[in-house]
């Protein structure tokens, strides 16, 4: 069975204090890793898809890298308009049409 | 509309009673998604449809559970008969599918309340 594990469950940093949050995976053919930003009673929105081990990819102060049995999104000098829920999911090439969710890591960014 | 789009926004209902969520995808995302989201707890998947179909309804928690899609747009999940468990945030989300470019772009989600 797909499980994917964040941590840590909730992080607080200063701002500017740069940091990575960890999403441990297994799952029966990677077909797609994927990251969400998500705020209180909103749904998520989307960040990143990483494809194959090596890969990186950088959205302005994040920055999301794959290996073959984790990922990490690290935060660069993070600011208070980046506190949210960060959601790590991962789809199977035998079960495409279904994104298996980590429980999130709740990050809050004070000034 | 420029995103997805949910309805109602809250919905508040008797133990026993049943209930339909509306969800309005993006215009031409051939793939659709209800997930569900309780207190704490990460996204559930639910079912998926690929048009008007449903390739996996695996996540349906039980036989009180049904969605339907129709005119490969509007996609209504129904719960018959609700339980007080059943409260949660039902989520929807469409893609378009384009070789491997399969994000999903979710919905603010319909918050459930059983009482």
């Known amino acids: 069975e797909d499980q994917v594990t964040q941590s840590p469950e909730a992080l607080r940093l200063q701002e500017g204090e740069s940091s990575s949050l960890n999403c441990s995976y297994t799952?029966?053919?990677?077909?797609?890793l994927f990251w969400y930003r998500q705020d209180p009673g909103k749904g998520p929105e989307f960040l990143f898809t990483l494809y194959s081990a090596g890969e990186e990819k950088e959205k302005e102060r994040l920055k999301a890298t794959l290996t073959k049995k984790e990922s990490f999104l690290h935060i660069t000098a993070p600011k208070p308009e980046d506190s949210a829920t960060y959601l790590c999911?991962?789809?199977?090439?035998?079960?495409?049409?279904?994104?298996?969710f980590g429980a999130g890591t709740q990050v809050v960014v004070t000034p | 509309g420029a995103g997805v789009s949910q309805s109602p926004s809250n919905k508040v209902t008797e133990k026993g009673k049943d209930v339909e969520l509306r969800c309005d995808p993006i215009?031409?995302?051939?793939?659709l998604y209800w997930y569900r989201q309780s207190l704490g707890q990460g996204l559930e998947f639910l079912i998926y449809?690929?048009?008007?179909?449903?390739?996996?309804k695996s996540g349906l928690p039980s036989d009180r559970f049904s969605a339907e899609r129709t005119g490969g747009s509007v996609s209504t999940l129904t719960i018959q008969r609700t339980q007080q468990e059943d409260s949660a945030v039902y989520l929807c989300?469409?893609?378009?599918?384009?070789?491997?470019?399969?994000?999903?772009?979710f919905g603010q989600g319909t918050r459930l309340t059983v009482v």
């Open positions: 799952v029966s053919g990677l077909r797609g």
């Open positions: 999911a991962v789809q199977a090439w035998d079960s495409w049409g279904k994104l298996q």
């Open positions: 989300a469409s893609s378009p599918l384009q070789g491997v470019n399969t994000e999903a772009f």
């Open positions: 449809f690929q048009g008007n179909s449903a390739p996996d």
């Open positions: 215009s031409g995302h051939t793939a």
